[in-house]
């Protein structure tokens, strides 16, 4: 009687399982004969563990089970397909990456590059115009110089000569083997009636100075204000640095009237101490680096 009772259980348990897993009918159809079920020992209507769990079962009607699963199992190749397209597109990000990784490397070693070509070149630069100052340092424009209809060479370095010999009163400026020039020219776009200036090229630094100041004699001491000129052939880097320093200058000696201020060259003097511009500070700096600008200065800048 025991073994009977504990195969039955068994039994219903399958039957159980088997509903869960919805591969019976949970209804298999009309019975015409209730009582013949007595005897068969899957029907187990009998026992009572059975019936109780047939009416607590927790899905309704299989066939819905059945599409769920469907469902499921399609939602599980969707969702398979899905990381697939996930993880392929991952591969090709990380391929991506790699690339713009060696990119940003490339861009690295590019900037770095650059940098060190801009060394170079600002290096280069001021090669260059140390280069071109030296080239300039012993030329002298003159302006206001008379120019013939078809002038030669020539002729513009006696008109020179002349001029310095008889007006400046140059000493040997009349005369080839004491005062050498090298070269003397007119420069600059022909205009009807006026003259153009005239570079002029002389062999010796010392001839340059003297010149320079037996024109700012001449400027001093003559009443009116002569057409002729004489400047200095600067490079753009020193016209510039001049241009700032010479506005500082005038207003300075304007509100310090007797006041040592002179401009020299890419230089400013000032009661005996060298002030020049820097053009990346924007400002005047003193030559030696760590000593302060008067106030004199910063205040006209
Ligand atoms: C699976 O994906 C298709 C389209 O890709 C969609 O139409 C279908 O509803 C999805 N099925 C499930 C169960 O998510
Ligand atoms: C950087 O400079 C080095 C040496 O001049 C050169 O070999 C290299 O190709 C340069 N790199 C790039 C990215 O231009």
Redo the contacts with the bound molecule.
Sequence with gaps: MRDENFLLEIAGFVVCLLLLCGDIESNPGPNPNPSSTQGSPLLVKTNPRVTRGQSTLPFGDSRSEKSSDIDIAKSLVNITQALGEIMSQLDMFKSELVDIKIELQ?MI??K??LSVIQKENNVLKEKLEKLEENVKVKNLIVFGMIEAERETATETEARVRAFLADKLGVEGADCEDKLPIDRCFRFGRKVPDKCRPILVTVLLQKHKTAILNAFKTFRQNSESRKTEYIKEDFSERVRNIRSKLGAILFKVKSAHPGELIALKYDKLIYRGQAYTYNSKLDCVVACDGDKDVPNAIKLTQ
């Design positions: 490339t070693e590019v770095e590059n």
